[in-house]
């Protein structure tokens, strides 16, 4: 551990580095997962959890290590400034290497876990009743499908709803690298992505038509799910009646008269008043 000699020695600048561990990479929890906030965080304590969690959004940037300055880090974590073998920030370290979270080379490199491991039965024990209780469930409760899996699939619906969106398949796969997915998953993501939309854009409109591939029938169905049918918009011109050669009794034709002819004009005594064809003949009695 780096152990000022005195109280007034600053606080020395580490250099830090991941700490492989293939076993604990695959089977562990990330320290900013809800576990490690839930179940870790009773029996490392906060000042150690924020840490690590700083720690580890560092090595996100910079995968083949950093300095840390601990006397920034104490001033961003909140444990006190003064320096000294009793500084909190120097405590702080020493408890990620107790817990086997971390672990010290010499007096100034210091190797980092990326991955915390599952609680082991002592530290269960210390938990409250009700705490070992929830922690049981979690750790029974059933996954079924595998983390990598799930982070696959979560990655390849971003990367095709990022497409869908306008997105190039640079840019698709630099924004999934912000969103800290594994370079090579990112990669996996945006061509799956590019291969579904190029699906869907040559989909075949019969409808017995059953695509061969998984991808190509998952691209179908998500093709279906986002159309939509139009109905036609109802008609507002009303029916045409049709004239009829026969109207009813008392009601008059909707046929329009023939040329050459003038309808019939009734009088006011109830006769009716014939014209001429040439309109200008004069009236009969």
Same mark, same amino acid.
């Given at each position: 551990?780096?152990?000022?000699?005195?109280? !007034?020695?600053?606080?020395?600048?580490?250099?830090? %580095?991941?700490?492989? #561990?293939?076993?604990?990479?695959?089977?562990?929890?990330?320290?900013?997962?809800?576990?490690? %906030?839930?179940?870790?965080?009773?029996?490392?304590?906060?000042?150690?959890?924020?840490?690590?969690?700083?720690?580890?959004?560092?090595?996100?940037?910079?995968?083949?290590?950093?300095?840390?300055?601990? #006397?920034?880090?104490?001033?961003?974590?909140?444990?006190?400034?003064?320096?000294?073998?009793?500084?909190?920030?120097?405590?702080?370290? !020493? &408890?990620?290497?107790?817990?086997?979270?971390?672990?010290?080379?010499?007096?100034?490199?210091?190797?980092?876990?990326?991955?915390?491991?599952?609680?082991?039965?002592?530290?269960?024990?210390?938990?409250? #009743?009700?705490?070992?209780?929830?922690?049981?469930?979690?750790?029974? &409760?059933? +996954?079924?499908?595998?983390?990598? !899996?799930?982070?696959?699939?979560?990655? &390849?619906?971003?990367?095709? +709803?990022?497409? /869908?969106?306008?997105?190039?398949?640079?840019?698709?796969?630099?924004?999934?690298?912000?969103?800290?997915?594994?370079?090579?998953?990112?990669?996996?993501?945006?061509?799956?992505?590019?291969?579904?939309?190029?699906?869907?854009?040559?989909?075949?409109?019969?409808?017995?038509?059953?695509?061969?591939?998984?991808?190509?029938?998952?691209?179908?169905?998500?093709? /279906?799910?986002? +159309?939509?049918?139009?109905? *036609?918009?109802?008609?507002?011109?009303?029916?045409?009646?049709?004239?009829?050669?026969? *109207?009813?009794?008392? +009601?008059?034709?909707?046929?329009?008269?023939?040329?050459?002819?003038?309808?019939?004009?009734?009088?006011?005594?109830?006769?009716?008043?014939?014209?001429?064809?040439?309109?200008?003949?004069?009236?009969?009695?």
């Amino acid at each position: 551990m780096p152990h000022p000699t005195d109280a !007034e020695s600053p606080l020395p600048v580490l250099t830090v %580095e991941p700490w492989a #561990d293939p076993l604990v990479d695959e089977l562990g929890v990330d320290p900013r997962a809800p576990y490690v %906030e839930r179940f870790w965080l009773p029996v490392l304590g906060p000042s150690t959890v924020w840490l690590l969690r700083r720690v580890a959004d560092r090595l996100d940037a910079e995968p083949d290590g950093f300095q840390l300055d601990l #006397d920034d880090t104490a001033r961003c974590l909140g444990v006190g400034m003064r320096g000294g073998r009793n500084a909190p920030i120097l405590k702080t370290v !020493e &408890r990620c290497c107790r817990f086997g979270a971390a672990r010290m080379f010499g007096h100034d490199h210091l190797s980092v876990r990326r991955r915390l491991a599952p609680l082991n039965r002592s530290q269960v024990e210390r938990l409250p #009743d009700w705490l070992q209780a929830e922690h049981a469930e979690w750790v029974a &409760r059933p +996954s079924d499908v595998p983390v990598v !899996e799930q982070l696959r699939q979560r990655a &390849r619906h971003l990367a095709l +709803s990022l497409l /869908e969106l306008g997105e190039s398949h640079e840019a698709c796969e630099r924004q999934l690298h912000a969103w800290r997915f594994h370079p090579a998953v990112a990669f996996d993501a945006v061509r799956w992505a590019r291969s579904s939309s190029e699906l869907t854009a040559t989909t075949p409109t019969v409808a017995d038509a059953e695509p061969a591939s998984p991808v190509a029938r998952a691209a179908r169905a998500r093709a /279906e799910q986002l +159309s939509t049918r139009v109905a *036609p918009p109802p008609s507002s011109l009303a029916p045409r009646s049709v004239p009829t050669d026969d *109207p009813t009794p008392g +009601s008059r034709s909707s046929r329009p008269p023939l040329s050459g002819t003038v309808p019939p004009r009734s009088s006011t005594a109830g006769g009716s008043i014939e014209l001429s064809p040439e309109g200008d003949g004069d009236e009969a009695a």
